[in-house]
T-cell receptor, first 116, second 108 residues
């Protein structure tokens, strides 16, 4: 149980384009999902907390107009990187919190974004 | 803020050896979790600890939630090559905080 999927696993795009990443909880409902960014050989950096049916809460320093988050259902959250630039290239990982256990997060497999 | 200090940063061990890593914090956490991340993958939950003093095992892995609620350790017994990866501790109160990770290399 507690499986989280992400799509796509890898994406390469041109500078200036937008990229959408999907995060799905496959076998449970997730009222809260999280989006992280991870640089090589570093820990996970929380970007934002996504609550179903409401606006996401962004961490300090994360541009909400650049990283658009939508959590339209209990099993799907999306992160859209708008007008991507090479410095946005990174490993993006989502996680979902199972309702019954509010302090345990299950992670997706991650999305490797490369902006040319 | 609620910083987690995870050590060691990296370990190079021989197959069959036992491994120990730990996380400490100046703040109290209500939950401690341990994750393993393979290259190019998302972290996978290994063990979750919910009570101070709790000792939990998952196969060859054992983790404990410190009595003070400010620390946790993870032990791996009889390491095997597939144990290679990065191990992250995480503490949770209102949100989740991660340690910097311990990179484990196992030599066959």
């Amino acid at each position: 149980g507690a499986v989280v999927s992400q799509h796509p696993s890898r994406v390469i795009c041109k500078s200036g384009t937008s990229v959408k990443i999907e995060c799905r909880s496959l076998d449970f409902q997730a009222t809260t999902m999280f989006w992280y960014r991870q640089f090589p050989k570093q820990s996970l950096m929380l970007m934002a907390t996504s609550n179903e049916g409401s606006k996401a809460t962004y961490e300090q320093g994360v541009e909400k107009d650049k990283f658009l988050i939508n959590h339209a259902s209990l099993t799907l959250s999306t992160l859209t990187v708008t007008s991507a630039h090479p410095e946005d290239s990174s490993f993006y990982i989502c996680s979902a919190r199972e309702g019954a256990r509010t302090d345990t997060q299950y992670f997706g497999p991650g999305t490797r974004l490369t902006v040319l | 803020g609620q910083q987690l200090n995870q050590s060691p940063q990296s370990m190079f061990i021989q197959e069959g050896e036992d491994v120990s890593m730990n996380c400490t914090s100046s703040s109290i956490f209500n939950t401690w979790l341990w994750y393993k991340q393979d290259p190019g993958e998302g972290p996978v939950l290994l063990i979750a600890l919910y009570k101070a003093g709790e000792l939990t095992s998952n196969g060859r892995l054992t983790a404990q939630f410190g009595i003070t609620r400010k620390d946790s350790f993870l032990n791996i017994s009889a390491s095997i090559p597939s144990d290679v990866g990065i191990y992250f501790c995480a503490g949770h109160n209102n949100d989740m905080r991660f340690g910097a990770g311990t990179r484990l290399t196992v030599k066959p």
